[in-house]
């Protein structure tokens, strides 16, 4: 799904969402100061648990900043398995939901999403100063570097049947396949947004080029009535954008 169509989706979401009563959780939480942000504490980098036994990683800076900017203290529950955050939310053990958490249409129903603030769908990299492949469509003539039982993998066979000369090479990981470029296995790889900054920021000669070529947009989660808390957490997001704050935790725990 394209940035812009669920861009107009999640704006239809949150129209309707205003023409509802007041925002009971906004009202509590100028009570209180305090937002309440559930989050599963097992995937680095985004959330983790440190060996001190602190919780650290993008999405926990993130909610920080969120809650400084909201003037509000945010208290993690951080123990929650991914699969029970929405239950935490409609139980309302939490307030907002932060956690690497894919955008679901499917869940639109019931829950708000805020403005996407990462996509770690698959990007092509290639080695810094090659000429840039700006979209598979261009990928004829190329050793395609990617990792085997992904989605990167499905799509690159998909190409490969349409192409007359793209040849893919499948590896395990995303280290091993990015590693291939710099040894000259392949020309160009197809990997998750993640690894590829990860690797990039280790100061190898790779870079991401073209267009993204799958999206996998990140968004927090609230529960449909918290219409004022999504507003405010969105002009939160669209200010650390602005400001140059977001690059900065992308250059932080992903790089």
Known sequence: MGHRVLAG?????????CS????P?????????????????SF?????????????GFDVELAREIGRRLDLEPRFVANLPY???????????????ISALAVDPSRMGDYVYSHVYFDAGHVLVSRTGERAVASMNELDGHRLAVVLGTEGDRIGRRWARRLADLVIVQYRTPDQALSAIEQGEAEVALVDHVSALEVIGEGRDLTIVGEQVTEV???CAMRRESVELLKAVNRALLAMEDDGTMDALVAEWLR
């Open 20 to 23: 509802s009563s007041a925002d």
């Open 217 to 219: 947009p990140y968004a």
């Open 44 to 56: 680095p980098p985004f959330e983790y648990v440190a060996a001190d036994g602190s919780l650290v």
């Open 25 to 41: 959780t906004w009202q509590r939480l100028q009570q209180t100061g305090v937002l309440r942000v559930g989050m599963d504490a």
């Open 83 to 97: 699969d029970g955050l929405y239950d935490a939310l409609k139980a309302e053990r939490v307030d907002l939901v």
């Open 9 to 17: 989706m999640l704006a239809a979401v949150v129209l309707i969402a």
